[in-house]
């Protein structure tokens, strides 16, 4: 296992980003910029042993800075949306950045995802800090925030995210990762298989925010039980589908504690990814919102081209009292893990 260091680039504000990259045994690798903890390379060996990288990204600042989509970055205060950008806590009106229509969305106008983060190397993983200050987009409390990434020989990386504030708050931090098994850039994922351990998935409305409502996936599009095809089910005639414009929906996994969440697969390079959490909920999302653009390479991505995998607390839990609470009481001890092991089928 080994990490190097080089310099990625500047922000338009002049701060310097790094591109960390984490090396193991078998040569595969990751790369992590410490402009939003950003995930900006995933190389791993596929069916014959050529590596594939199976996560889309830029190859400049500039371009993190001027696109939209979250590629690949830290997401936090509060991943998803929060209706109107407003909640009352302790009978506390807070007023937060709001960036999605009417919406707030993925922690604001400069969300964790734009921070660029103090970075510290110990063998096989990156330990990222950050404080937010009270306030910071609207959210009460000074926030500290530890987050670590590691990547072991067996291909896992693995994403530990702990934080404590020195108030009540709210809190939803996820990685916002755009996964194409056959390679970034190579088209679409509509062709890879993906299996969902969720017997449920939170409705949402046409602004993609929850109603409430918990739905069984039974009979749905949203079965994914059984390992399906992204592109199976995705054209159909249903309500939840135009709302999202395609999968844009917080499944309910079963069980707690570290287990696993759902397995994406490739047939065409045999690459596996498992992905496994302590969070309650996943955000699958289809990549409908993905304009056209250039990507690492030179490739284009399009519309579809990868999946978010998106583990997380459930979208707006703070206005849905049957949600799992995101609120982080005062010197309490946040922690969530998620661990992308990638495997290939023979
Ligand atoms: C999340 C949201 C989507 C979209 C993307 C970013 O997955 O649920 O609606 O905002 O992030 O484009």
Redesign the pocket.
């Known amino acids: 296992m080994s990490v190097q260091v080089k310099e990625f680039g500047k922000t338009a504000d002049g701060r310097t980003v790094s591109v960390y990259r984490i090396t193991n045994v078998n040569g595969a690798y990751v790369d992590v910029l410490d402009y939003g903890c950003t995930l900006q390379s995933i190389c791993v060996p596929d069916q014959d042993g050529n590596l594939v990288d199976v996560c889309l990204g830029y190859d400049t600042v500039a371009e993190y800075e001027a696109n939209?989509?979250?590629l690949g970055a830290f997401i936090g205060r509060h991943a998803?949306r929060i209706k109107e950008g407003k909640f009352t806590l302790n009978g506390v009106d807070y007023t937060l950045a709001v960036n999605?229509g009417p919406n707030h969305?993925?922690g604001g106008l400069k969300g964790f995802d734009k921070v660029v983060w103090d970075t510290s190397v110990a063998s096989d993983r990156l330990l990222f800090s950050y404080t937010s200050p009270d306030g910071e987009e609207g959210y009460p409390g000074t926030l500290v925030l530890s987050v670590i990434y590691s990547f072991d020989d067996n291909n896992a990386l693995t994403l530990t995210y702990d934080a404590v504030c020195n108030k009540d708050t709210v809190i939803n931090l996820t990685n916002?990762c755009y996964f194409n098994l056959n390679g970034a850039g190579t088209g679409t994922v509509l062709d890879q298989k993906l299996q969902v351990f969720a017997d449920q998935f939170t409705e949402n409305d046409a602004d993609?925010l929850p109603t409430g409502k918990i739905k069984d996936v039974e009979g749905t599009p949203f079965d994914f039980r059984i390992p399906k095809l992204i592109g199976a089910d995705i054209k159909e005639e249903n309500q939840d589908l135009i709302n999202g414009s395609g999968y844009?929906h917080n499944f309910v996994l079963r069980g707690e504690g570290m287990r696993d969440a759902c397995v994406l697969s490739s047939d065409k390079t045999g690459i596996v990814c498992t992905t496994a959490t302590t969070q309650p909920g996943i955000?699958i999302?289809s990549a409908n919102?993905m304009t056209e653009r250039k990507g690492k390479g030179g490739a284009t991505y399009n519309m579809r081209d990868a999946i978010?995998l998106?583990t997380q607390h459930f979208p707006d839990a703070i206005h849905n009292e049957n949600f799992p609470s995101a609120v982080l009481k005062k010197g309490e001890e946040y922690h969530q893990e998620t661990k992308y092991t990638f495997t290939v089928s023979k």
Do not use: P
């Open positions: 939209d989509g979250y998803n999605n969305l993925h916002h993609c844009d955000q999302y919102f978010c998106e």
